[in-house]
Nanobody, 118 residues
Framework: QVQLVESGGGLVQPGGSLRLSCKGSGITFGRYALSWRRQELGKEREWVATISNVDDGTNYANSVKGRFTISRDDAENTLYLQMNSRKLEDTAVYYC???????????WGQGTQVTVSS
């Protein structure tokens, strides 16, 4: 059974930093592209960042570019999201996703809450 478990969420002040982790079990991360998504209360889930399993290439949403860094450790089956210079609008539940592009093969974590507040 595939499981993705996010951790590292919590309360952070504006301008602060936080690192999220996503640990996979029952799955070989090296076979999947990985991404982070987030969902604010009352809004649709939005894409944050993706990292390729082919060349570790990364892409970011404009709203987080330059502030967030996505990385992966396939030996540990773990995905990371380093979040710096946090803004109030970064408050959301953050989800990790493992997927094979252009296929229906994907898996989601249960999410971790991140709150930016002074």
């Amino acid at each position: 059974q595939v499981q993705l478990v996010e951790s590292g969420g919590g309360l952070v002040q504006p301008g602060g930093s936080l690192r999220l982790s996503c640990k996979g079990s029952g799955i070989t991360f090296g076979r999947y592209a990985l991404s982070w998504r987030r969902q604010e209360l009352g809004k649709e889930r939005e894409w944050v960042a993706t990292i390729s399993n082919v060349d570790d290439g990364t892409n970011y949403a404009n709203s987080v570019k330059g502030r967030f860094t996505i990385s992966r450790d396939d030996a540990e089956n773990t995905l990371y999201l380093q979040m710096n210079s946090r803004k109030l609008e970064d408050t959301a539940v953050y989800y990790c996703k493992a997927f094979i592009p252009r296929s229906d093969n994907d898996y989601w974590g249960q999410g971790t809450q991140v709150t930016v507040s002074s």
